[in-house]
């Protein structure tokens, strides 16, 4: 239960609020009170040791300690082996064994080894297992020497060990078992392939070695790997292929396993059981292991082949192709099976098929199975005894006997041991599981800081970076040429340009022709803060004289920010009263015909006086000459401009080129 739920349940029951902390606090002294203090574990280790050997004679419980200078002693490792289950392992398992160590969770700091076996059907075994306070190289020849000594194998002849690729129990399998055939778990092999080389092909090539059953198609592979990538090859030959490719493993074994699944198997089965203290933990895998002894004595009876069903689910995936082999027989009991330009020889009086999945795995492969068919014989009939009902009835003939309790056990003379000291991991402790390099397939990709797939700066791959690369240096690709010019923005090359038309006195205002989108870009030219929404709707009184309508437009001009922004950017006036009024808001402005323009009227004092203010107003928008950046510019529109300007103010009217005035 967590400290949230706790709180919850304390306020619906008791009708009172209690603290976060406070929960945690009662949940720590609940604990020790079904539990037992972590001292108190440790401390009776000795006995628990001694109970296992009065209760199971011919067990192997084992307790190491360690003595400091100051004079106090603290647990080192403790192993345990059941008679029972040594055993059964020798009556009815195959020679396999896997290795392998995982971390415990909770407040018991260390890590568990355990060997796990298979049984007739293909099944976990657990065989010994033994708590460790780290996972090294001394651990590992102390934990093999013991499980040897049980297991009745001399020097490890006959025997099969698959493991990580951890460096302790590999140097220590060499000293313990110089004879051992020492397979690696291609998982994790293929784990620490992937993080360089990644990929479908790398994948497919990778487990296609791995799963060859001969020399010759095993190197086929590699030298397609080879032919793809030097270094991916020198990678795998580097990591001794006799260890993880089925070419090379030893015949007789009835296994033909190229990982380690079933040690990782049970660690998930125990990953409750490993976050209790060290006593507790080891009596939940006891009784696991107790109750499962039980359970299998007693499956075999309802099984109707003599079979085991596992094996047999395998053999019938492998006989359902073997109509597509043809079979010749040379003799009685030789044959030739071909597909293709595949031919491969059968023997079915020795059980051997030279493609070798036969001899290793213990189970007729597809040539053997049409050799079978072709003689009308039974394939379940050569399958090897391994995988039998009656070596699975003596695997289980045996169990665990049950152990009293902690209050029956008798007290040992030895020292009571303290709780290991506490080792320090460099970093900062992690709360979340640690991802598996395989875990991300189809779903995960490395990002940068700012996003994108990694690249490789020596030879340009993706998934890796210049440090780590292991590749040959190649030549940076070529880049694309960009276009000149900016980029058309979206609004203009895919939607168009949105537009306002509308009519006034026959005339039509604001369409979307190109007289408008040069207005636009004219704006953008002039400075990024200048936009057409920016113009306001400039009212003109309608009331006022014709002749003052020039005047009305100056005063405008002025008054406006944006009209004044672009005077003074070097445009003219003319140039400014057509961008207002192609703008959305309509811009009454009256022109003088050309008769009127021949016979100006002239103003009288009455009219406009003759002011220093009007001095000034003629003095502010008084025409400037445009600089040759802004001409440059205004080059490619000039014409343009021009012929809009002959329309609206008249052929003989000013242009651009000519400043306006009041006059």
């Known amino acids: 239960m967590k400290a949230k739920e706790m709180r919850a349940e304390v306020k619906n029951k008791f009708l009172c609020e209690v603290s976060k902390d406070q929960c945690y606090r009662a949940k720590k002294k609940a604990l020790e009170i079904i539990n037992g203090k972590l001292t108190e574990h440790y401390a009776r280790v000795w006995d628990y040791a001694n109970e296992v050997i009065r209760s199971n004679p011919g067990s192997t419980a084992k307790v190491g300690v360690t003595v400091n200078p100051d004079g106090n002693t603290y647990f080192h490792r403790f192993y345990v082996c059941f008679k029972a289950v040594s055993e059964g392992w020798s009556r009815g398992c195959r020679r396999v064994v896997g290795l392998d160590g ?251 098929c030279t493609c070798r999945l036969w001899e290793i795995s213990g189970i007729p492969c597809v040539h053997a199975c049409a050799a079978l068919n072709y003689t009308h014989q039974q394939a379940e009939g050569f399958v090897s005894n391994y995988f039998s009902k009656e070596m699975f009835a003596h695997t289980y003939k045996g169990n665990i006997r049950p152990l009293n309790g902690s209050s029956m056990w008798a007290k040992t003379p030895y020292i009571r041991p303290l709780p290991p000291m506490a080792r320090r991991m460099p970093g900062r402790p992690t709360t979340k599981r640690k991802r598996h390099v395989t875990e991300d397939d189809g779903g995960y990709t490395r990002l940068r800081a700012t996003g994108g797939t990694t690249i490789c700066k020596n030879c340009w791959e993706s998934g890796h970076n210049k440090r780590t690369c292991k590749n040959p240096a190649k030549p940076p690709p070529p880049k694309e040429k960009k276009k000149m010019g900016r980029p058309l923005k979206t609004s203009q090359t895919e939607t168009g340009t949105k537009t306002e038309t509308g009519t006034k006195g026959g005339e039509t205002y604001g369409s979307g022709a190109s007289t408008k989108k040069k207005g636009k870009e ?78 100006p009227i002239t103003h009288s004092p009455d009219m406009v006086p003759e002011t220093q203010q009007n001095f000034e107003i003629d003095k502010g928008i008084e025409e400037t000459q445009p600089s040759k950046q802004l001409l440059k510019k205004r080059n490619k529109s000039e014409r343009i401009l021009k012929r809009k300007l002959s329309q609206q103010i008249g052929s003989t009217g000013a242009t651009s080129g000519d400043p306006l005035t009041i006059d």
Not at 138 to 153: T, Y
């Open 102 to 352: 995982c971390f415990l969770k909770g407040q018991c700091k260390g890590e568990l080894l355990t060997a796990i076996g298979r049984d007739g059907n293909n099944q976990l075994y657990p065989i010994a297992w033994a708590v460790v306070d780290v996972e090294n190289k001394a651990n590992w020849q102390w934990f093999l020497e013991l499980l040897v000594d049980d297991i009745g194998v001399q020097q490890g002849g006959g025997l099969t060990i698959i493991s990580d690729q951890h460096k302790g129990l590999v140097e220590a399998a060499k000293i313990v078992l110089p004879l051992v055939e020492h397979r690696q778990c291609a998982r994790h092999v293929y784990a620490n392939f992937k993080k360089t080389y990644n990929g479908v092909d790398y994948k497919r090539l990778f487990w296609g070695a791995a799963t060859s059953t001969t020399e010759a198609s095993f190197l086929s592979v590699m030298e397609e790997l080879k032919a793809m990538n030097s270094s991916a090859y020198q990678y795998l030959i580097d990591k001794d292929p006799d260890t993880w490719s089925r070419a090379f493993f030893a015949e007789g074994r009835a296994c033909e396993a190229v990982e380690n699944g079933i040690s990782e198997s049970f660690n998930s089965i125990i990953l409750e059981a490993r976050t209790k203290p060290i006593l507790t933990m080891l009596e939940e895998i006891r009784i696991y292991t107790m109750e499962r002894f039980c359970r299998m004595s007693t499956k075999h009876l309802t099984w109707n082949d003599d079979v085991c069903p596992a094996i047999l689910r395998k053999l019938k995936d492998r006989c359902a192709n073997m109509r597509l082999w043809a079979v010749i027989a040379s003799d009685c009991q030789v044959f030739e099976v071909k597909l293709g330009f595949d031919s491969f020889k059968v023997d079915l009086e020795s059980r051997l």
């Open 522 to 599: 004219k704006l953008v030219a002039c400075g990024a803060r200048v936009r057409r929404a920016d113009f306001p709707k400039i009212p003109v009184n309608e009331g006022v004289e014709e002749g003052l309508q020039d005047v009305v437009v100056e005063q405008t001009l002025r008054g406006d920010r944006n009209a004044a922004y672009l005077l003074e950017s070097g445009y003219s006036k003319d140039e400014v009263l057509c961008v207002l009024q192609e703008s959305p808001f309509p811009l009454e402005v009256a022109v003088m015909t050309p008769a009127e323009e021949e016979n």
